[in-house]
């Protein structure tokens, strides 16, 4: 039995159970894509899969609609892929264990994904479906948006039609989105050579805080679990002599890091002092991180445990004192707040990966803003600190904002359907997440956009969950729309 065979809609939840099992996470599309084939192909639907894994899909208009203009429905493929330390579950290759608690639907020890298949699922049912009334449907459904949204930029357009775009990429139900911050990732890379030092060994992790997604919830100003290893680091520098042998944080680029770990060998020839010393600035970190955490991040805490190895491959000193430097320098979070809309982040950035590797180590970031100056701004102050401590910078998956557009028909006729639905208004709103909108308008001339979703929680961490009620009322809302002449 399905776990959402009772949900509705029902069509909905039985594609997004289906997705759910098969591996989806970013990079590792294939057999997603290649499921949204086959469904098309069954179907007798027109459908495009390109080199990169996107699928177009496109349904005509049922009869009555001939005439109507097109109507474009998008969402991507891929997931943030993630799970609880000691899951037993490989993502790469197991589908989800999806669960129930009250209105919520979840994945049990990993991400559920609903961002964004339940825009798949929504597309899916709509196709499925022979009494749905709609126009000429154009289904775009792209690869790799969570690492810099590269199947978007790259997707070939020119069979589309369609000037009006649903983007079914949202997280709160009853707002339309109507503009985004543009972005990129940024990554620095730091050459090391490595020697072996004898001392007591300790791995030290940060754990406990809440994450979360860099867009949306990097106003919460949640703590970074790299940043605070970063600073940890840089207290025990000052303090005991100690070689660094492993460093890693983080899961994604663009989701805030709830746990981040070292391995340090003391090396001073006072072992018990030094072992002293650790342990007591590790204890003053943690009540200060505490009490500075306490309504963000109250959880926050710092495990250490004694390592049965006397001798590690580490690092040179001064090749750590620069990681630990570019921890501790580098700007994190929200840089500026918007000064036209209020409540709004303008611009932020995210250290989301570290990774102490044999030959180098590795720093990766998330960069937003819904000025483009302010972005390369941004990126060039990286850039900068970088060079001063002797690292690499390079900067992939650069993607333009979605500017607000205060004439939109399609974007007041989505509203006047939502008043005589719910005799309320939506609430219209720009976001600092990034979503794929402004490239294919790019792409698109005189494209209209506007997006819309179910509410969900926590997207991008373990905790992530999927309203079904919400579900549904979106569900309706979709239908209303695409039958409105």
């Not at 030290?204 to 100003?221: A, F, Y």
């Not at 402004?438 to 005189?446: F, R, S, T, Y």
Request: proline letters at 3%; one cysteine or more.
């Amino acid at each position: 039995m399905a776990v959402t065979e009772n949900l509705k809609p029902e069509k909905v939840f039985h594609y997004f159970e289906e997705i759910c099992g098969i591996p989806h996470g970013s990079g590792n599309v294939e057999g997603i894509s290649d499921y949204l084939v086959k469904f098309a192909k069954d179907r007798g639907l027109f459908c495009i899969q390109d080199k990169w894994k996107n699928v177009i899909i496109v349904k005509e208009a049922a009869a009555g609609y001939e005439k109507e203009p097109a109507i474009i429905l998008q969402g991507h493929m891929d997931m943030v892929a993630v799970k609880k330390p000691g899951a037993d579950i490989d993502m790469t290759k197991d589908g989800l264990r999806l669960a129930i608690e009250g209105d919520n639907l979840y994945a049990q020890d990993t991400s559920l994904g609903g961002d964004d298949g339940i825009a798949v699922a929504y597309a899916l049912a709509i196709l499925d479906s022979e009494e749905i009334v709609h126009p000429r449907l154009e289904v775009i459904l792209t690869v790799d948006e969570e690492v810099g949204m590269d199947g978007a930029r790259e997707l070939d357009v020119s069979v589309l039609k369609g000037k009006r775009m649903l983007n079914l990429d949202s997280e709160e139900e009853g707002i339309i989105l109507a503009g985004c911050a543009g972005g990129a990732r940024v990554d620095w890379t730091l050459p090391v050579t490595r020697t072996e030092q004898e001392g007591a060994a300790y791995e030290i992790c940060v754990k406990g805080l809440s994450g979360g997604h860099s867009g949306s919830e990097i106003d919460k100003e949640r703590g970074n679990a790299n940043c605070l290893m970063g600073r940890l680091l840089y207290e025990l520098s000052g303090t005991v002599e100690f070689g660094l042998s492993e460093l890693s944080g983080g899961l994604a680029d663009n989701a805030i890091p709830r746990e981040a770990a070292a391995t340090v060998v003391l090396t001073g020839t006072d072992r018990e002092s030094a072992e002293k010393l650790l342990t007591e600035k590790i204890r003053e970190s943690e009540a200060d991180w505490k009490q500075e955490h306490q309504t963000k991040d109250p959880d926050v805490c710092i495990q250490v445990r004694r390592m049965e190895s006397d001798a590690l491959e580490c690092v040179g000193k001064e090749e750590r004192d620069r990681i630990i430097r570019l921890l501790c320098g580098a700007p994190n979070g929200v840089q500026a707040m918007s000064a036209d809309m209020k409540g709004l982040v303008e611009t932020s950035l995210n250290m989301g990966i570290v990774k102490l590797e044999t030959e180098r180590a590795a720093i990766q970031f998330s960069v937003r803003s819904s000025l483009e100056s302010a972005k390369k701004a941004l990126i060039k102050k990286l850039e900068s600190i970088a060079s001063m401590a002797g690292a690499a910078q390079t900067v992939r998956g650069d993607y333009p904002g979605w500017a607000y557009r205060k004439d939109s028909p399609f974007r007041d006729m989505a509203v006047e359907v939502y008043r005589k639905m719910y005799g309320k208004e939506p609430e219209i709103q720009a976001i600092h997440a990034g979503l794929e909108c402004g490239l294919l308008m790019a792409k698109i001339p005189d494209l209209e956009c506007i997006s819309i979703g179910p509410d969900m929680k926590d997207i991008h961490t373990t905790e992530e969950k999927l309203s079904i009620s919400s579900t549904e009322r979106v569900w309706n809302y979709v239908l209303e729309i695409l039958k409105k002449k």
